[in-house]
């Protein structure tokens, strides 16, 4: 089952159904939140999305609402406190991965002038040329979370059914992309 098919029943409360019909897919152009987004994917290895979608705020709290310039300036004491922070996904992984990642994504910053100049210079790529550039710039991101990472920010084909209102929505916000 796709996971337009999944919401479209939903309670318009539904986290997955606000997700589906806010998020998923739609381009993003701040790079803190692309950053965001990139944080929850991968957390969620290994956890339902359900999971991720309830701590997101907790995530967002956590990560100083995911600016990328405070996390890569977290330090052990900081890096403990997340350890023990029962509101997010306690994994020294993954929350080591999140720090060397805004480290590498200020570098990006600095080289093309934003995270998103260097998705956008990138695009398009096939599935497996995106796993192998994530793979070599970023730590913790295998080919499901750079698969879900590039579906649900409109890089990617897939986020969304063609008959899905949500397809058309993305349509008119971003027609260049036309990959969703």
Avoid at 5 to 26: A, I, P, Q, T, V
Avoid at 94 to 123: M, P, T, Y
Avoid at 126 to 153: D, Q
Avoid at 160 to 172: F, G, N, P, S, V
């Amino acid at each position: 089952m796709s996971y337009c098919n999944f919401c479209k029943n939903l309670d318009d409360e539904n986290l997955h159904k606000r997700y589906h019909d806010e998020h998923y897919g739609f381009p993003i152009h701040d790079d803190n939140e692309l950053f965001g987004r990139l944080i929850l994917e991968i957390n969620q290895a290994g956890l339902s999305w359900e999971t991720i979608l309830k701590k997101e705020e907790n995530f967002r709290s956590a990560f100083n609402d995911f600016r990328i310039n405070e996390i890569a300036q977290f330090d052990n004491l900081k890096f403990d406190e997340l350890m023990n922070n029962s509101g997010i996904v306690r994994n020294k992984l993954k929350i080591n991965a999140v720090i060397n990642n805004a480290k590498v994504i200020i570098q990006i910053q600095q080289d093309f002038g934003s995270f998103k100049n260097w998705l956008d210079e990138n695009h398009p790529k096939t599935i497996e040329e995106w796993v192998k550039l994530f793979k070599k710039s970023f730590t913790f991101v295998g080919g499901e979370i750079v698969r879900e990472f590039l579906m649900s920010t409109g890089y990617l084909k897939g986020a969304h059914d063609e008959k899905c209102e949500a397809y058309d929505q993305i349509l008119k916000v971003s027609p260049k992309w036309n990959v969703i």
